[in-house]
Every structure is written in structure tokens, then in C-alpha cells.
């Protein structure tokens, strides 16, 4: 078996266990948001000590960055209705920005893809924005959007070709 077919399985098999279980992976994902956030905390603060003779600005905002980090980690390590939060922004950004590169391809000449695609594009973002809102209002959608997303990718991982 190849590794792609591999890992199309582990995607379909991790998206239904976030489907099935979407409270104790939220908890599982927060837990491990968290724990990146105080790494990433760590770091900066290291960093900003190690630069601290050649960089006084550098490492002053390192320092700033990395506390804000670490502090954020905290509060992160179980709290699911900020992570919901947090992955509910995320998703509306994102949204957003899909909407304005949609209304940019479809009200300008230059455009890196065709006013089809512009349009599809517009209508993504919509439902994205959509998906963000309700993702925000009950932290179940995130596990559903998060296991139909892998249950998606890992399907196309299995049928995808190889190169030759």
C-alpha cells in the first residue's frame, strides 16, 4: 500500500472519531492549541534573550510576542468555547478574504483565474462565512466541519493518481 492510500485512510478514520466524538477532540485539540501556543511563547522569549545584545527593539518585542503567546497557551489548554472562538474567527477571516478575491476576479480584467471560477469563489466565501457562524454559535460544527473536511481529503487522497 502506498503512503498516500495510508494517510487517505488515517484522514477518513481521524474525520469519523471527530464526527463521533466531537467534544473530547475539541478538548484533545484545545489541549494541543495550548500546548503549541506556550512552546511557541517559550521560543520568542529565548529568542528575545538571545538577541537582547544586538537588538534591543528586536528582542524587546520577541519578549512581548512570546508572553503574549504563552499566556494565550494557558488559557487555551482545555477551554473549548475559546478555541471555538479562536477556530470560529479563523474560519470567518478566511471567509471574508475568499469573498474578496471572488468580487476582485469578477469586477476586474486582471485576474489570475476566469469570472467563472470568481463567481465560485464569491459563493465559497459566503458559505464559509456561514459555516464560521454557526461554528461560533455551537462548538459542535467545528468537529463536524473539521471530520467532513478530512473525510473529504482523505477520499481524494485514495483516488487520487499517482505521478508516473
Known amino acids: 500500500m502506498e503512503n498516500k492510500n495510508l494517510l487517505g485512510i488515517l484522514m477518513v478514520i ?30 520568542f522569549i529565548m529568542s528575545g534573550v538571545g538577541v537582547f545584545d544586538s537588538s534591543k527593539i528586536s528582542s524587546i518585542l520577541n519578549i512581548i510576542f512570546g508572553i503574549f ?4 497557551g494557558l488559557f487555551l489548554m482545555g477551554n473549548i468555547i475559546l478555541f471555538n472562538f479562536i477556530a470560529s474567527f479563523y474560519i470567518i477571516v478566511f471567509g471574508v478574504l475568499y469573498i474578496i478575491s471572488g468580487l476582485s476576479g469578477v469586477f476586474t480584467r486582471v485576474t489570475p483565474f476566469g469570472r467563472g471560477s470568481s463567481i465560485v469563489l464569491l459563493i465559497l466565501g459566503i458559505l464559509t462565512i456561514v459555516l464560521g457562524y454557526f461554528a461560533l454559535i455551537d462548538p459542535i460544527f467545528i468537529a463536524i466541519i473539521l471530520g467532513v473536511g478530512l473525510i473529504i481529503d482523505g477520499v481524494a487522497f485514495l483516488f487520487a493518481k499517482s505521478p508516473e
Open 14 to 43: 481521524f474525520g469519523l472519531v471527530l464526527m463521533a466524538f466531537p467534544f473530547i477532540t475539541e478538548t484533545v485539540l484545545s489541549v494541543l492549541a495550548g500546548i503549541s501556543f506556550l512552546i511557541l511563547g517559550i521560543y
Open 69 to 72: 503567546s504563552f499566556i494565550l
